[in-house]
């Protein structure tokens, strides 16, 4: 897989955000979601690999997103990726060429 690591490459604004759990005094809990700032990526459709490899997740790969990797700011599953009319959840984060600079994430698209 080729990844470019030009700039124009990245252009889709994505909100990246992480879920908090909150205690509902019975047993269980509320979930919500922060806001952790906004990252530039490149969003695709998953391909004929994406949908094997998501034998192993428990969710359906719709997309492909790469982000530049931020050490101060670390990508892991269960984050989730907003747009004003589209949310991504965070599946797999990889490093898809091991250079540091960028990674891929497996995501599905979910209802709003």
Aim: some cysteine; aromatic content about 8%; proline content about 4%.
């Amino acid at each position: 897989m080729t990844i470019t690591n030009q700039a124009g490459a990245l252009r889709v604004p994505l909100a990246l955000e992480e879920p908090v759990h909150t205690d509902d005094q019975g047993g269980g809990f509320y979930e919500s979601w922060i806001s952790l700032g906004v990252v530039w990526a490149k969003v695709q459709p998953a391909n004929a690999m994406d949908s094997k490899r998501a034998e192993h997740f428990a969710g359906q790969i719709s997309h492909r997103i790469t982000v530049r990797r931020d050490l101060q700011q670390p990508i892991k599953s269960g984050m989730r990726f907003v747009t004003a009319l589209r949310i991504f959840r965070i599946l797999a984060v990889y490093d898809p060429d091991e250079k540091g600079a960028l990674l891929m994430c497996l995501a599905e698209e979910v209802e709003r």
